[in-house]
């Protein structure tokens, strides 16, 4: 394959010169601030937030596929929100305390079986589970992202629009626009 010209900074970072698919996986060369051209392997940290959704599960298939091209490493992160059942906490009164454990055990099976089918590709995966009590679940991504040194976050996304977008809101919208890192969106079916 001919390596694609591509011109442009790549997010603030050194100018993109060519990108080429070699044995050694997908990488591009580019030029520091001093002239140095640079051969960089892409996405070698890829961050997948997995929720047992089969468009998590599309996310997590293309992140798997990236994965094997770039010869890189995926993490997968399940967020346990706990703030529906922080708002609904007078209405359940003494089953609420019963309810967090419950969720970081279904998330634990979620990250096992992404965990699973990453492994099944011959990939090595690691896997993050985090609470999110206070807050938006898009700013925890971010954040693992950053304190994890991603270097693509692959997530799935319902791709509502309209009024379904502005009453539920996008958690994939929010991390597209606050990451640090690219961000690959995978559109359910």
Not at 85 to 114: F, N
Request: proline share 4%; charged share 20%.
């Amino acid at each position: 394959m001919a390596p694609a010209q591509l011109q442009g900074p790549l997010l603030g970072g050194p100018r993109l010169t060519a990108i080429n698919v070699r044995e050694g996986g997908l990488a591009y060369r580019a030029k520091t601030s001093k002239g140095v051209t640079q051969r960089q392997a892409m996405y070698q940290r890829i961050l997948v937030p997995v929720d047992g959704s089969s468009t998590s599960g599309q996310g997590l298939a293309e992140a798997i596929s990236l994965a094997r091209l770039t010869g890189g490493r995926i993490r997968l992160l399940h967020v346990v929100d706990a703030m529906p059942v922080a708002v609904s906490a007078d209405a359940l009164a003494g089953y609420s305390a019963d309810i967090l454990p419950i969720m970081r055990e279904a998330g634990e099976a979620i990250l096992a079986q992404a965990r699973k089918r990453v492994e099944a590709a011959g990939l090595a995966a690691e896997t993050s589970l985090r609470d999110v009590v206070a807050g938006r679940v898009s700013d925890l991504v971010v954040d693992e992202a950053v304190a994890w040194s991603a270097n693509l976050i692959v997530l799935g996304t319902h791709g509502r629009r309209g009024v379904r977008r502005l009453l539920l809101g996008s958690d994939a919208e929010q991390i597209l626009r606050t990451a640090p890192v690219p961000v690959l969106l995978v559109r359910g079916e």
